[in-house]
Structure formats: C-alpha cells, structure tokens
C-alpha cells in the first residue's frame, strides 16, 4: 500500500496553518519549482506534489476531511462524493476518460497523448551554463557559446532514408505506430496497445537507411550560436532561447536552450538586485572635519562629500550608480556605508594633537603608558 503523503509537510506549515500562510508557501515553492523556471531533475514532480498539497489544504471541505480521514475524499476513498479526489482525477475515473483509460494507466494502452506518439514531436530541452564576471553580469555583453547536441542528419535532412530514397508506411502498424498485444493480467486476458516495435511510434519504415546516421534522422553535432547576454543579470537566473535545444522527431521543432548564468563575486562590490553596496574606511579627521573623496563604482570613481560629524556605518546613496533594472528601466543605486577607523598605533605629533582635542573638549584621558608609569611609582613609594 503506497505511503499516505502528509500535505502539511510538502507546503512546510504547520498543521494549523491559517489559509494566508498556506497560500503564501504555496506560492513560494511554486515558483521554485515550476517547471518554466526550474529544470532541475525532479522539478517537475515536486510542481506536481505541491499543487495537489494545496488544492487540498487551500479547500475547507478537503482539508476537514483529510485531517480526519487521511484522504481528501474521506472513507469512500476514489472521488468519494467529493467531485474531484485530492489526486487531481475527475469523477469519471481516472482522468476522466472511462474505462479505455483505466486499462490504458494499468496495462500501457494506447489512450490519451499516445495515439499522437506519431505525430510530430519537439526535440529534448537542453541546459548551458554560463560564468561571468560581476561587471560582465552588470552591463551584459555579446558572446559566443558552443556545445554538443543532436541534430537533424545533414545528409537525410532527418528523414533517416537514404538520399534518393524516402520512408514507407509501417509494414507492420500499417502507419499507426502502434500494435495491438495480448497481455495475461489478474482479471484475464486482454488487449493493449504498445509501440511498434519496427517503425519506433512514427509509422514510417525506412528500408534503405542514410549511411550518415543509420535511420535515425538524427545526428551529433557541436553546435555554435551567438549570445546576447542582457544587461543586468544575476546569479542563478536563466535565460531561453527558443529552438537551440535538440532536433525533434517526425518534423518536430528543435527544442530550447537554457543558458543559466553564474556570477562570480566581486572583491569590493556586492550586489542584490539593482542595488550595488560598498563599504570604505575613513579616519576619525575625515568623519569629524568632513571631506571630499573619491569613490570607486562600476561605473567608475566619483566624488562622494562625507559631511562633518559623520558616524561610523552611516549610509550615503549614490543614485544611478547601480545595475541595470533587468524588467524595468533605468539603474539602480549605489549604497555605500563607511566605517571610521581608529588607528592602531600615534607618533607623538598625532597623541600631543589628540590630548589637545580631549582637553579641549573637557576630557581628562590619561594614555594606558601613562597609567601604567604612575603605577609603578605609587608601587615603588609604597615599598
């Protein structure tokens, strides 16, 4: 008996969780998990399971029931009274497709999607990963990536036939893909319908096979396109680009290429969005007289005015001076945060300077050397 799944766990709330928090971690594992955004193996089934968890959790009656019974539907198990099971199934079965598609789910029969198995088909969506420098991601570039993939046969032109030559109808499906087989099952024998084990689904058979890629239509290649890195990309995100995947079958398109950006950081910037922050030291004259410096962005240096008094972590906003908005328009800003420096170490001029600035500040500040030497004397008097 298949484990029962808990709801609650796949959402990542708490069993009583109020509707806003279960819509709110719907929302958010479906963005991560879906799969025009996602093609990470596995993605797709997580999707799946997390939208099965919320149309149960998100509908008063389900939910009851579930927390009662362990089901969606409560005691009576498939579809239940309950219109559609937590599973996703209409009251007409499975699927909704009557009987024809009960055996078609147990016994590989030929319903549904199966009976256009040979039709055309877009090829297989492949992945490209590309690194880039922080500058590179901030102002994008233009490039070239190459890589491996398969492609239609140049000499058959995908066709798998040889050049002067093309495909039959299937000997054997007669040109449906598919074969009708018997199959001994608890409830007796019975027919389904399989693949054609000759023409592969395509319900073409080729007699005289390309030379180049042996019937296939297809071939290796290693393949060579321009990229138009845009502006403002970051660490993570993907971009597609349609039909720059591998060829598909039975004169399918070519399926699409998904390049997923990685940005190395940056040894002074960081960045979050269009906001880029900085952080530079200043000394202690610099916060409290103030002054003019010059500070470095990616669009090169720029003056920043540090007024008197400032404090340490105060935050100054350079406005332009961030990356490019990747949906929106204009730049984002620069945040830089100074910090004041105490220095480690004074030459005399520098502690005569300071001791003047106490006093005149009304400060009595004895230095540790000088505390210590007045140590030592009250412990030799005392001896």
């Known amino acids: 008996m298949a484990e029962q799944k808990d709801y609650y766990d796949i959402l990542g709330v708490s069993r009583d969780a109020d509707d806003a928090t279960i819509k709110k971690a719907f929302r958010q594992l479906s963005k991560k998990y879906h799969p025009d ?22 509908d008063p009656q389900k939910r009851a029931a579930y927390d009662q019974y362990g089901s969606a539907d409560g005691p009576q198990g498939f579809g239940g009274g309950a219109g559609q099971g937590f599973g996703g199934f209409s009251q007409g079965g499975f699927g909704g497709g009557g009987f024809e598609d009960i055996f078609s789910q147990f016994f590989g029969g030929g319903g549904g999607s199966q009976q256009r198995a040979n039709g055309p088909r877009q090829g297989a969506d492949l992945q490209y990963r590309m690194d880039l420098k922080f500058e590179e991601a901030v102002f994008g570039k233009d ?21 002067g030559t093309s495909p039959v109808t299937c000997s054997k499906c007669h040109g449906s893909g ?5 199959r001994n099952t608890p409830l007796g024998a019975m027919m389904s319908q399989e693949v054609c084990d000759v023409c592969h689904g395509t319900g073409k058979e080729i007699k005289d096979k390309c030379p180049t890629c042996h019937g296939t239509g297809h071939e290796n290649e290693r393949h060579t396109i321009d990229v138009k890195v845009p502006a403002g990309v970051e660490d993570g995100q993907q971009m597609r680009l349609r039909e720059a995947g591998e060829a598909g079958t039975n004169g399918g398109p070519y399926g699409d290429l998904y390049i997923v950006f990685r940005v190395a950081p ?21 916060a409290a ?7 470095d962005t990616v669009h090169g240096a720029v003056e920043l005015k540090i007024p008197a008094g400032t404090q340490t972590n105060s935050k100054f906003r350079l406005r332009g001076k961030g990356a490019p908005r990747l949906q929106g328009s204009g730049m984002g800003d620069q945040i830089v945060t100074v910090t004041v420096q105490t220095p480690k170490s004074l030459n005399n001029k520098q502690k005569e300077a300071l001791m003047a600035f106490a006093a005149a500040s009304g400060e009595d500040v004895t230095p540790h050397e000088g505390r210590l030497f007045d140590r030592v004397k009250e412990a030799f008097k005392g001896k």
């Not at 955004?37 to 998100?58: C, R």
């Not at 598919?178 to 018997?182: G, S």
């Not at 040894?267 to 530079?280: S, V």
């Open 37 to 58: 955004l996602n093609h990470e193996p596995g993605a797709e089934a997580k999707f799946k399971e997390v939208n099965e968890a919320y149309q149960v959790l998100s």
């Open 143 to 163: 490039t070239k990536i190459s890589y491996d993939r398969e492609a239609l046969c140049h000499t058959c032109d995908g066709s798998g036939a040889k050049p």
């Open 178 to 182: 598919y074969i009708r087989v018997q």
């Open 266 to 286: 940056s040894d002074k910037f960081e960045r979050d969005g269009a906001t880029i922050y900085l952080k530079i030291p200043i000394s202690f004259a610099q």
């Open 289 to 295: 007289l103030g002054d003019q410096i010059k500070v």
